[in-house]
């Protein structure tokens, strides 16, 4: 799968510790930085991860920040997205199952790499229930944010 992954300076070394992690459970990455420990503004690089995730050319996305509410907010922000944070098995593999999130956020000073490497995995893994239920709330999310196209 291809994988869009971003972080903000508070995200960043989480998100190095994870890379080859990732790339171990076999995915291809695009990494849109943070790409130092430097200050920058987690906005500009979830704006990027998204587009990423939108034009097709990431199936999924995971944003690294301080906590992942950031991350999640500017995500969401973005019509066509759904991000989630993500810090327990249930959460990780449900968001997908249910409600079809793309962006995966999570907060480097909440939980380590372990486990975060755990829940990545669960979060790729996971796919779109086929139940009309799910599927029914999903087109009116993207209802609401303009995003649905009846094809």
Avoid: W
């Avoid at 907060?107 to 796919?127: M, P, S």
């Amino acid at each position: 799968m291809k994988i869009a992954v971003g972080s903000d300076h508070a995200g960043y070394e989480l998100k190095i510790k994870l890379l080859d992690g990732i790339k171990k459970l076999g995915h291809e990455i695009t990494d849109f930085g943070s790409f130092d420990p430097e200050p920058v503004d987690f906005p500009d690089i979830a704006k990027l991860v998204c587009e990423e995730v939108l034009e097709g050319k990431a199936e999924r996305g995971i944003m690294f920040c301080g906590t992942g509410v950031g991350a999640g907010i500017a995500c969401n922000k973005v019509p066509g997205i759904r991000a989630s944070v993500c810090h327990d098995i249930y959460t990780a593999h449900q968001c997908v199952e249910h409600d079809n999130v793309q962006i995966m956020c999570l907060g480097a000073q909440i939980i380590g790499h372990t486990v975060a490497l755990e829940l990545i995995d669960l979060f790729l893994k996971a796919e779109f229930s086929t139940s009309e239920e799910f599927r029914r709330r999903v087109k009116k999310l993207e209802m609401m944010d303009g995003s649905y196209h009846n094809v």
